[in-house]
């Protein structure tokens, strides 16, 4: 694929596509250009709020209840992880173990550990583990298989 980029200095940034065929490729630079416009819904104590996916360091289940954890805030959600999973697919998410989901992008650092899991540290300091089960495939994630 061939790339064109250009500065301007007035007007409306503007992104354009063009493609012949519709394939993965094209496929992922279309959710890319749609992922600032994708919104989830949490309760921040009795008040709904309208949150971007990419504020969230992580979402967790916890006794049958959803909450995606900011830098500052604790949000409930009203999805399942699986749902979340679904809505999140195509954005930098990854189902670390099976209560939790994390933004790889909120990765600080990253620390293997025994028994093949992985020690991530998110940007807020905060430490989440990823499980064996699912380290293997974060591995493929991270060097882009």
Known sequence: ???????????????????????EEVEQVLAFMGRENRRLLGWRDN???????????YMESVEGKTFGYTTQEVFRLN????QLEVLLQRECFYRCSKAMIMNINKVAALRS?????????????????????????????????
């Open 1 to 23: 694929m061939k790339y064109t980029i250009n500065q301007i200095t007035q007007g409306e940034d503007e992104l354009i596509l063009n493609y012949r065929e519709l394939n």
């Open 47 to 57: 008040e709904q709020v309208v949150l971007a996916p990419k504020e969230f360091l």
């Open 113 to 145: 550990l025994s028994s093949n899991r992985i020690d991530a540290t998110m940007i807020n300091g905060e430490h989440i583990m990823i499980s064996r089960t699912y380290a293997s495939d974060f591995r493929k994630r991270l060097r882009g298989e």
């Open 79 to 82: 999805y399942t992880l699986q």
